[in-house]
């Protein structure tokens, strides 16, 4: 079945330093690829997203490249903001499964000034 | 623009007593999903429908039950609830190729 597969968190960084969370993914077919934001007691909100190969996803400084020949859909950020502690989840849907959302675990991101 | 509402926010439950989440979307969209999350493991799908009149189970559905009551509505019912379901709930909707938008969450504790 389909599965995806987040770094641990978490992931504790200065403020203005390059922030990358790694996501690899197991899939059929071709699926879209996902990065959800949790902030604290808030529901999850797309971050950005890509629907093929070689497609990057981009939205307030975070970028992610979908990349078929590693799976991966890597986040990266070049200098993240003390606003952006969040939980980030990595997520995708495959072809012919009613739209159905398989997530990672998750990594909580914390800046610190 | 409300987009998805769930209610209540928090519940404490007894075990065995019952309890419907329910979610509402202004959005007009088709497909509706509950989610729960708990610590470590991400978000699990509990059911989901298609569109309505249409229901199905989801990755962990045993001990839910799901009425998609029309278009807007999709509720989640616990008969008899136990203290392994204690979770943070999250209701989602979408339309055809777009992605899911998410509520705010239940916060339901089960002593």
């Known amino acids: 079945g389909d599965s995806v597969t987040q770094m641990e968190g978490p992931v504790t960084l200065s403020e203005e330093a390059f922030l990358t969370i790694n996501c690899t993914y197991t899939?059929?077919?071709?699926?879209?690829l996902f990065w959800y934001v949790q902030y604290p007691g808030e529901g999850l909100q797309l971050l950005l997203k890509?629907?093929?190969?070689?497609d990057k996803g981009s939205n307030k400084g975070f970028e992610a490249t979908y990349r078929k020949e590693t799976t991966s859909f890597h986040l990266e950020k070049g200098s993240v903001q003390v606003s952006d502690s969040a939980v980030y989840f990595c997520?995708?849907?495959?072809?012919?499964?009613?739209?159905?959302?398989?997530f990672g675990t998750g990594t909580r991101l914390q800046v610190t000034l | 623009n409300a987009g998805v509402t769930q209610t209540p926010k928090f519940q404490v439950l007894k075990t065995g007593q019952s309890m419907t989440l329910q979610c509402a979307q202004d959005?007009?969209?088709?497909?509706m999903y509950w989610y729960r999350q708990d610590p470590g493991m991400g978000l699990r799908l509990i059911y989901y429908?298609?569109?309505?009149?249409?229901?199905d189970k989801g990755e962990v559905p045993n001990g839910y039950n799901v009425s998609r009551l029309n278009k807007r509505e999709f509720s989640l019912r616990l008969e008899s609830a136990a203290p392994s379901q204690t979770s943070v709930y999250f209701c989602?909707?979408?339309?055809?190729?777009?992605?899911?938008?998410f509520g705010d969450g239940t916060r339901l504790s089960i002593l």
């Open positions: 429908s298609a569109s309505e009149g249409t229901t």
């Open positions: 989602a909707s979408r339309k055809p190729a777009e992605p899911q938008h």
């Open positions: 959005m007009n969209h088709n497909s």
């Open positions: 890509a629907t093929k190969a070689d």
């Open positions: 997520a995708l849907t495959s072809t012919g499964t009613a739209s159905k959302l398989t």
């Open positions: 899939a059929t077919g071709y699926p879209s």
